[in-house]
């Protein structure tokens, strides 16, 4: 890939990022400016509100440092080539995903070497929506909470003055 192309899909990669950043920051002050007085489901919700926006700032944070390693390395003349075997990267995944460290095939195998666990560039992309947090492994149930068997509702509640057994 020349690299004026490269260039011109790290600066789009770039205006992208941007404007996820402002969504992400808008939508957290939205969602604190609309806080009221908390019952325990609306501080769940804002609890929720709060990870959620935590979990996408950490997203974005890891694209921006691809981004940067990205045009480190087409600075240094090594873009569009492997970090691990220094083999080159095809144009279209750089087309798809202009931050590509490693080829389709290293990707892969360090994906199963990891035991499905995701890491960097697994983690950040390629995806036209980085928004699907929860549709990534990584940010699925760690097992840190344990479940109990409940569903979390209350339990059968006594009927006070209602007869359930006929009178004898």
Do not use: C
């Not at 003349?77 to 087309?95: A, C, H, K």
């Not at 994906?111 to 980085?130: A, C, F, I, K, N």
């Amino acid at each position: 890939m020349d690299k004026a192309r490269a260039r011109a899909l790290l600066d789009q990669e770039r205006g992208r990022l941007e404007q996820l950043g402002r969504a992400v920051s808008r939508d957290h002050d939205d969602a604190v400016a609309s806080s009221r007085p908390e019952d325990q489901v609306d501080g769940a919700d804002r609890r929720v509100t709060e990870e959620t926006s935590q979990a996408l700032s950490e997203r974005l944070r890891d694209r921006w440092a691809a981004l940067e390693r990205a045009e480190a390395r087409l600075t240094a003349g090594t873009y569009g080539f492997s970090i691990l075997s220094g083999r080159p990267i095809p144009d279209e995944r750089l087309e798809a995903f202009p931050l590509a460290e490693l080829t389709v095939e290293e990707a892969a195998e360090r994906d199963q070497d990891l035991g499905g666990r995701r890491e960097s560039e697994s983690r950040t992309g390629p995806s036209s929506d980085p928004f699907r947090v929860f549709d990534d492994p990584a940010a699925q149930d760690d097992g840190l909470v344990e479940d109990d068997g409940s569903d979390d509702e209350a339990g059968p509640q006594a009927n006070l003055g209602v007869r359930t057994t006929p009178e004898t």
